[in-house]
């Protein structure tokens, strides 16, 4: 059994820029730290995306996740966000 940690930063999830459970499950990732470690930022980003392409229920946890952060983290991620739109 693999017992590492997949680099996940640089990957590029098939079919992400149009489907928001993939973006959402990225962020349940993030958020939970499963597979990755703990990751607010990432969790936002992921959740502000899904949340961007119909994922409604992205909504409620993306507000979760920025209650923990920092005014800061969350600029950065809404920065990685947009950077991500721009891309894909």
């Not at 489907?19 to 992921?46: I, M, Q, T």
């Not at 229920?57 to 923990?68: C, F, G, K, N, P």
Request: contains cysteine; hydrophobic residues 50%.
């Amino acid at each position: 059994m693999f017992q590492g940690n997949f680099g996940l930063d640089h990957a590029t999830p098939v079919a992400a820029e149009g489907n928001p459970e993939v973006l959402f499950e990225l962020g349940l990732l993030y958020a939970c730290g499963r597979s990755v470690g703990l990751d607010l930022v990432a969790a936002h980003k992921w959740f502000n995306l899904a949340a961007l392409k119909g994922r409604v229920d992205a909504i409620a946890l993306r507000r979760e996740v920025a209650e923990l952060m920092t005014e800061s983290e969350i600029a950065q991620a809404q920065r990685e966000a947009r950077a991500w739109m721009a891309a894909h």
